[in-house]
C-alpha cells in the first residue's frame, strides 16, 4: 500500500525543531507578558462572512486563498487565514472591548491556500497582539517597542518599514487620484495589476510588476493628502521611537494585503530571506471593531510568522535528558523507577529518562549516550543490595562514584545548580 504524506504545504515539526520553535514562541509570550498582555485563544474555524467583512472581499487572501468548505448543515465555514478577525469576533462576543483598555496576545496556526515555496506554506504559525480601545500614537508605538525587545532577545534585527495611510477619507481621496493616474496608462499594465486597478487599487502598490514599479515613481502620494490630525499622529509615533532610539525607515508604499488598516501601519523585513522576507506586520484599525458589529473602538495590533522567524536563526536543539537510567534486572528496574519519581519531585526541571525494555549494559548505555544526558544511574544486584546507584558522567571528566539513594537528589541538585 502506498505511504500516506502530509499534504502540501503544510508540515510536520520533528522533536529538535520543535524545540527550537518553543524557544522562538517563549521569548515572544515573555516579551508581551512583559508588557502586561495577556494570552486569548479562539477556534481554528470560524463563519466564512468574518474574514470576508474583516480582510475584505477584494484581498487576495479572501479572494484566492481561503481553505473554505460548506459544514454538514449547510453553513460556510473558513479556516482562519489570520488572527485579527477572530480576535475581534471574540472580544466583541464577550464584552472585552466597551469601556475597557485590552492588550491581548495569541500563539496558533493559521491556513492560506498559497502556492508552496521558502517561507509561504499553507499551514503556519504566528504570534500576534492586539490592543482595544487605546487611540493615541503612544499605542502604537508600544506594540512596536514591544517588537523591538522580541527581536533583541532573539539576536535579531530586521528592519522596521513604517508608513501611514491616513483616515478613510484621505485614502479615499488618494485611491480616487491613484485611478486617475493608472487608467492613464492602462494598455501598459499586466491582467493582474488591471484587475487590481478596478477592484483594489491600493494594492498595485506592492505589485511586483516592473511597469508599475516605474509608474509609482510620478504616482500620486497620499503624504500629500494627509490632514492635521493623521500627520499628528504618525509624528507623534516617530517622536517615540525617535525617543528610543528604534531605527525605521519611512514606506509610503507599503500599504498591507489587508483592508482594514488606518492610520499607522509597519512591516519588520529581514531582506536576507529574499522574496518572502516579511517576518511579521500590523498597524491601526480603527474601524473593523464597528464593522464586526461592536462599539466603534480604537484597535492596534501585529502578526509575526513564527517560521520565517525560524529561518533567520541559527538555533540547534540541545539534549532532552540530563539524566539516564539503567536497571540491571526487574528489582532493580522497581527501585530506580521509584527513584526517578522522587528526583523529578524533588528536582523540578530534572529531566530524568527511564531505559526501557532492560537490554544489555552495553545497549543501555549506548542508548544512555544517544539521549545527550550529562549523567547515568546505574543499578545492578549489588547497588540494590546497599540501597545506593552508581552515577557515571558521560560529558567531562568526573570519576564514577557509588552514592546511597538517600544522598543522590542532594548530590544531583547540587551538580545541576552549578552547571544550570
Ligand atoms: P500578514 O498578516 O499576511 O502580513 O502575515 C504576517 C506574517 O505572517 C508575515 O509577515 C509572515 O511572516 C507570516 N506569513 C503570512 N503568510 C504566510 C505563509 N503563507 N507562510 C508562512 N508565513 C506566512
Redesign the pocket.
Known amino acids: 500500500m502506498s505511504r500516506l504524506q502530509s499534504v502540501r504545504g503544510m508540515h510536520d515539526v520533528l522533536p529538535d525543531e520543535a524545540q527550537i520553535r518553543r524557544r522562538i514562541e517563549q521569548v515572544w509570550i515573555d516579551a508581551a507578558c512583559g508588557f502586561g498582555y495577556e494570552e486569548i485563544r479562539f477556534p481554528l474555524v470560524e463563519s466564512t462572512a468574518l474574514f470576508q467583512r474583516s480582510i475584505g472581499e477584494t484581498t487576495d487572501i479572501v479572494e484566492k486563498e481561503m481553505y473554505t468548505f460548506e459544514d454538514r448543515n449547510g453553513e460556510s465555514l473558513s479556516l482562519r487565514p489570520?488572527g485579527t478577525a477572530g480576535c475581534v469576533r471574540a472580544a466583541i462576543q464577550h464584552g472585552l472591548i466597551p469601556n475597557r483598555q485590552q492588550r491581548l496576545w495569541y500563539l496558533g496556526s493559521f491556513f492560506?491556500h498559497?502556492r508552496p515555496q521558502k517561507?509561504?506554506?499553507r499551514q503556519?504559525d504566528?504570534f500576534g497582539v492586539e490592543t482595544f480601545g487605546m487611540c493615541g500614537p503612544d499605542i502604537d508605538a508600544e506594540i512596536l517597542l514591544l517588537g523591538w525587545q522580541g527581536w533583541q532577545r532573539l539576536g535579531l534585527s530586521p528592519q522596521l518599514m513604517l508608513n501611514t495611510l491616513g483616515n478613510p477619507d484621505e485614502r479615499a481621496a488618494w485611491r480616487r487620484q491613484l485611478v486617475d493616474y493608472f487608467s492613464r496608462f492602462e494598455s501598459q499594465l499586466e491582467d493582474d495589476d488591471r484587475r487590481r486597478l478596478k477592484t483594489n487599487p491600493l494594492r498595485l502598490l506592492d505589485s511586483k510588476s516592473k511597469s508599475i514599479q516605474d509608474l509609482l515613481e510620478e504616482a500620486p502620494r497620499l503624504e500629500d493628502l494627509l490632514g492635521a490630525e493623521s500627520r499628528a499622529h504618525f509624528e507623534g509615533l516617530r517622536e517615540i521611537l525617535d525617543a528610543h532610539g528604534i531605527d525605521y525607515t519611512l514606506s509610503p508604499r507599503l500599504v498591507?494585503?489587508?483592508d482594514y488598516y488606518d492610520f499607522t501601519v509597519f512591516?519588520w523585513v529581514e531582506e536576507s530571506l529574499g522574496a518572502q522576507s516579511?517576518?511579521?506586520?500590523g498597524g491601526r484599525y480603527d474601524r473593523l471593531v464597528e464593522q464586526l458589529g461592536g462599539r466603534a473602538t480604537p484597535a492596534a495590533g501585529f502578526?509575526?510568522?513564527l517560521?520565517?522567524i525560524r529561518e533567520c536563526l541559527e538555533a540547534e536543539a540541545v539534549a532532552a535528558v540530563d539524566i539516564y537510567l539503567v536497571a540491571l534486572g526487574g528489582g532493580e528496574t522497581a527501585c530506580l523507577r521509584a527513584l526517578a519519581m522522587r528526583l523529578r519531585q524533588e528536582i523540578p526541571g530534572l529531566r530524568v529518562r527511564m531505559n526501557m525494555e532492560e537490554g544489555s549494559m552495553k545497549s543501555q548505555m549506548r542508548r544512555a549516550d544517544k539521549s545527550g544526558a550529562q549523567a547515568v544511574l546505574i543499578m545492578g544486584a549489588e547497588e540494590l543490595s546497599q540501597q545506593s546507584v552508581t552515577l557515571k558522567f558521560l560529558r567531562g571528566s568526573e570519576e564514577q562514584q557509588t552514592v546511597l539513594l538517600d544522598n543522590i537528589a542532594a548530590i544531583l541538585a547540587e551538580h545541576f545548580a552549578s552547571t544550570g
Open positions: 489570520e492560506r498559497e517561507g509561504r506554506l503556519f504566528q498591507r494585503g489587508l512591516e516579511a517576518l511579521g506586520g502578526a509575526l510568522g517560521e520565517r
